[in-house]
């Protein structure tokens, strides 16, 4: 049995710094390092150049901890998630890396994306590197997307800033959220050197958009996770604000699907309660980066 501190895809990074290929993971986990809020998936999804993603596929199932699953062959025996049935190589772990406490989160099945189908090329995609393959708490790592860096005052809003984080004025009420969860299971072992990376936002969107407008009907599973992804990511990075949009454009190939996309976007109300004499509770609806939040910015 291993601890939770041991890192269970030790042995995939070494692989693809044998083959000089960086370690690029994309999907449900990357978009959780992007300030999203959303499931911690145990698949793990991951940029491979095209001309080596049969030998990098073929080194790990040569470690015996990894089944190529055959879903054409075979599609009723694994349960795979919807979008995995797209990629190009579909790997099952055949090895559990921690005790029993911790199985239910260590990552399980193995994703490999070409960068024709993904839309990504590996030697050009601007990164940002991340501590691990997933995590335990959402964070923003590419910290210039935050929508309230500029605020200084009880209306700072937006994700929940990572331990270490170097944005100069989060409010000391502004809870920090730690990079690693204690018992929760490491891809990534702290003494290895190898990074890991997941693209910019705005090359992440990119590729997003592409698979919505052009995979409909050929890859429905990426195409519907990766639109879920684009709504996920514009509701907890506040993309349709106009300081947030205006920057995000200007970076996007794919700059008027986002622009309609945004302008159409409708944001789930939020409202806070508070007990007025005579009336009881009474609902008022804000909008949290108003400054300062009251019941006049409601609407």
Same mark, same amino acid.
């Given at each position: ?149 500029? @605020?200084?005052?009880?209306?700072? =809003?937006?994700?929940? #800033? ?7 004025? &989060?409010? $000391? %009420? ?45 890859r429905r599973g990426l195409s519907s996770e ?40 409708? @944001?789930?109300?939020?409202?806070? =309660?508070?007990?007025? #004499? ?7 609806? &804000?909008? $949290? %980066? ?10």
């Amino acid at each position: 049995e291993k601890s939770a501190s041991v890192g269970g895809m030790d042995h995939v990074l070494d692989i693809l710094r044998s083959h000089q290929h960086p370690c690029i993971i994309l999907g449900c986990n990357a978009h959780r390092w992007m300030g999203s809020t959303g499931m911690c998936s145990r698949t793990c999804d991951m940029l491979i150049r095209d001309y080596q993603l049969e030998s990098i596929a073929a080194k790990l199932v040569e470690t015996n901890r990894w089944e190529r699953i055959d879903l054409g062959l075979s599609p009723v025996s694994y349960t795979v998630p919807h979008s995995a049935n797209d990629a190009e190589v579909i790997l099952r772990k055949t090895t559990v890396d921690h005790d029993s406490m911790y199985t239910g989160f260590e990552l399980n099945m193995l994703c490999l994306w070409s960068e024709a189908t993904y839309r990504i090329q590996v030697d050009d995609c601007p990164t940002i590197e991340v501590p691990d393959f997933h995590c335990a708490n959402n964070v923003l790592m590419e910290e210039k997307w935050h929508p309230a860096t500029e @605020r200084t005052n009880v209306s700072w =809003y937006g994700p929940c #800033p990572y331990e270490n984080s170097t944005i100069q004025n &989060i409010p $000391e %009420w502004r809870t920090r959220q730690p990079l690693f969860t204690k018992g929760y299971p490491r891809g990534k072992s702290p003494s290895h050197n190898t990074p890991i990376f997941v693209p910019s936002l705005p090359n992440y969107l990119d590729a997003l958009i592409y698979h919505v407008t052009h995979y409909k009907e050929s890859r429905r599973g990426l195409s519907s996770e990766s639109s879920w992804q684009i709504r996920n990511l514009t509701r907890y990075l506040y993309l349709e604000l106009s300081h947030q949009q205006l920057p995000l454009l200007i970076e996007l190939e794919e700059y008027e699907f986002m622009e309609e996309y945004l302008r159409a976007f409708v @944001r789930k109300p939020r409202f806070v =309660y508070n007990n007025v #004499p005579g009336l009881g509770f009474v609902a008022t609806r &804000i909008r $949290e %980066w108003d400054l300062p939040i009251s019941p006049d910015s409601s609407r």
